[in-house]
């Protein structure tokens, strides 16, 4: 099992530091205010601790910036790519490795290899950019997380599965219309919950009994890999290499945002196991990301990616990351803030439903805590409830709302210390004390998909 913080350190050293400021409060109100509370429009150098995301925020290893000056500029060609063709081989066992510039452009390049207009793509629970890929190709994305997965406070292992009966429900529903199944782990939307080698098993039997594809969203297979050695029986003395071997055999492919799992700043890729849709997705690929051999990256971007690939699997690393991830956890338990229980893998997820029950959904609750933190501490959050998610009923008008509404704090890889964490405990406990006066949000602009990115809102 999980092993105390304080029996171990940091595995590694720091050489190299980047100076952050604290901003005073009245500025703080100021400059939300100017970017219409939206917390994507706020510089980077007025954000103290900057939680947004895990996503391109790792900071790289010697190993990978040594690897940075060895890269092959070449447009075609470039042996970076080779280095990095192999390296997913030897990891995930796919053969055929499309770059590009980050995940969100690998899945671009699926939806439109293999999602055709009235398809229905079935998946534990699509993150923000996997769902608006699906409803641009005029898809519908449907998630089939076990229900004990949107349960916040609920302790039990492993609440990114699939309710495998809905999974086949809806298999059924529409016969011929599910082009494969994505299987995200760990899971983002519900708090990075992890998925179990057996439940990864059994979607791959209902798929072949329909003869249905599987795809990973691999983002963050590293961490998924670490749970399941903790949790998961019979997993307990395998290496997390040799997990992660078994849990893509599952599958027919994967999607990657290396930004997360590969320890790098930008980057992604897509792996097939059949040359057949390898050859397609190449015909998506070139036009928008770049020849097959560069991606839209630099040789020396494709070099870290595959070093980081590597790094990832390390255990010690893991521990230490996943363990600050639940460190951050254990303090907010502590100040009596409500979260998702139990802690995933790479960040803490606040439940602002329970944290502002005076909030109506139409008001944001979620949204409204990332815009307090921010200013209580400098602290930069992320929405994952109705405005990353909700969406207007194409036939009724009506607001279509998520399960859940939360608010993230994605901890980046390697870069803040353990007082860092207390920093934020404290400003989230502080931000409880005046909870109750606290009023929402209302949207003044949003954009027909993936709203969240760019909305504006007001107090209401």
């Known amino acids: 099992m999980f092993r105390p913080r304080d029996e171990y350190a940091e595995p590694f050293r720091i050489k190299m530091v980047e100076m952050i400021k604290m901003t005073d409060r009245p500025t703080r109100e100021r400059l939300i205010r100017e970017a219409g509370y939206n917390v994507f429009f706020l510089p980077s150098e007025a954000v103290y601790i900057d939680l ?52 969100r452009g690998a899945e671009h390049v699926l939806m439109n290899t293999l999602v055709k207009p009235g398809d229905r793509v079935l998946g534990n629970m699509h993150f923000d950019t996997t769902e608006g890929h699906i ?13 004990a997965g949107y349960r916040v406070s609920e302790e039990s292992d492993f609440k990114g599965n699939f309710d495998l009966d809905k999974l086949e429900a809806e298999i059924k529903k529409c016969p011929g219309k599910v082009p494969f199944i994505l299987i995200t782990v760990t899971c983002n939307n519900n708090g990075g919950q992890p998925v179990s080698m057996a439940n990864i098993r059994a979607v791959r039997e209902i798929a072949d009994r329909y003869g249905i594809r599987v795809f990973f969203d691999a983002a963050r297979f ?27 055999s599952y599958g027919d492919g994967c999607t990657m945002s290396a930004k997360k799992d590969a320890l790098v700043n930008i980057g992604g890729f897509l792996a097939f196991r059949r040359e057949e849709d390898f050859r397609k997705a190449v015909q998506w690929q070139i036009p ?17 990616m595959a070093r980081g690939l590597r790094e990832v699997l390390n255990l010690d690393y893991l521990e230490d990351r996943i363990g600050q991830v639940r460190y951050l956890g254990d303090l907010l338990v502590k100040a009596g803030i ?20 005076h909030i109506p959904r139409d ?32 036939v009724t ?13 994605a901890i980046p890889r390697r870069v803040y210390t353990d007082r860092h964490m207390n920093l934020v405990a404290r400003a989230l406990a502080r931000v409880k004390e005046r909870a109750s006066s606290v009023r929402g949000l209302k949207l003044t602009y949003q954009a027909p998909v993936l709203r969240h990115f760019t909305a504006r809102f007001e107090r209401v």
């Not at 409803?135 to 229900?147: F, K």
């Not at 928008?288 to 870290?304: M, Q, S, V």
């Not at 409204?368 to 405005?387: A, H, K």
């Open 52 to 103: 947004l995301t895990d996503s391109g925020t790792s900071a790289m290893s010697d190993y990978q910036w040594a690897g940075m000056m060895q890269g092959d500029e070449a447009y075609a060609g470039s042996r970076n790519y080779f280095n990095l063709k192999e390296t997913v081989k030897d990891i995930m066992g796919y053969e055929y490795v499309v770059p590009t510039h980050q995940g």
């Open 135 to 147: 409803l641009l190709r005029g898809a519908e994305p449907v998630n089939c997380l076990a229900e």
């Open 222 to 248: 590293a961490e998924n890999c670490y749970f399941i050695k903790q949790l998961e029986p019979g997993y307990e003395s395998k290496t997390i290499e040799e997990i992660a071997r078994e849990m893509f």
């Open 288 to 304: 928008f990301e770049g020849f097959i051999t560069y991606g839209g990256l630099a040789g020396r971007d494709l070099e870290a």
């Open 338 to 357: 409500p979260i998702v229980r139990p802690v995933g893998g790479h960040g803490v997820y606040v439940d602002a439903r329970e944290f502002f029950p």
């Open 363 to 394: 008001q944001f609750p979620a949204q409204t805590l990332v815009v307090e933190l921010y200013i209580e501490g400098g602290i930069r959050g992320v929405e994952l409830g109705g405005c990353a998610f909700g969406r207007k009923d194409p």
């Open 397 to 409: 008008g009506e607001d279509i709302w998520p399960e859940l509404e939360l608010l993230r704090l």
